[in-house]
């Protein structure tokens, strides 16, 4: 298997634009989870889904994110309107079960001017 | 606020020496810890777990280390090699909760 696949690696934009990130999770995982790194929290959880469906929420910032699982095999975390304090490496993490190990994908790392 | 914690935010050891990274929580919930590896440009990588039913868990070089009076645990390399070199977070979770939590991260840098 390919492992979770995230893109784009690099997101460059301006403060007030939409910014969409992608996740292919390992096919056959039933889980999927939305991570944020920075310096000061780490590892931030903002979403996870089981089954497709959205479980807990609770970790997303405000409205502006929004996180969704339209199938299996993608999901999608949009921030609309993006603004610095958005920058970030945002990562997608998917697992077969709510105990086993996670596996990560490389990251989106995204820029906020 | 942070329910697992690394205070120290960088190590450096010499190569062949011991690393120790240490890792504090809050939650007296909290059954299950894992260590995740992470390289420059990559996702984190697990790299070894343990259970609040034992007190450590040995994988080759690495060995995890569990007070749970403390609340603490520590992940011991030994030998330490170079490409060790990375960052290691650690992580927690609870029976009954879907996911973890996870630490800022500790710098490892293993010098030749």
């Known amino acids: 298997d390919a492992g979770v696949i995230q893109s784009p690696r690099h997101e460059v934009t301006e403060m007030g634009q939409e910014v969409t990130l992608r996740c292919k999770p390992i096919s056959g995982h039933d889980y999927l989870f939305w991570y944020r790194q920075t310096m000061m929290r780490g590892l931030e959880l903002l979403i996870y889904f089981n089954n497709n469906v959205p479980i807990d929420d609770s970790g997303m910032p405000e409205d502006r994110f929004s996180a969704k699982m339209p199938n299996a095999s993608f999901s999608t975390l949009k921030i609309q309107p993006s603004e610095p304090r958005d920058s970030a490496v945002y990562f997608c993490a998917s697992s077969s079960n709510h105990r086993d190990t996670q596996y990560f994908g490389p990251g989106t790392r995204l820029t906020v001017l | 606020d942070q329910q697992v914690k690394q205070n120290s935010p960088s190590l450096s050891v010499q190569e062949g020496r011991i690393s120790i990274l240490n890792c504090d929580y809050t939650?007296?919930?909290?059954?299950?810890f894992l260590w995740y590896k992470k390289y420059p440009a990559e996702g984190p990588t697990f790299l070894i777990s343990?259970?609040?039913?034992?007190d450590k868990n040995e994988d080759g070089r690495f060995t995890v280390f569990l007070n749970k009076s403390a609340k603490h645990l520590s992940l011991h390399i030994v030998p330490s090699q170079p490409g060790d070199s990375a960052v290691y977070f650690c992580?927690?979770?609870?029976?009954?909760?879907?996911?973890?939590?996870f630490g800022t991260g500790t710098r490892l840098t293993v010098i030749p």
């Open positions: 992580a927690a979770s609870a029976t009954g909760a879907n996911n973890l939590f």
């Open positions: 939650n007296s919930m909290f059954d299950y």
């Open positions: 343990i259970s609040s039913i034992k």
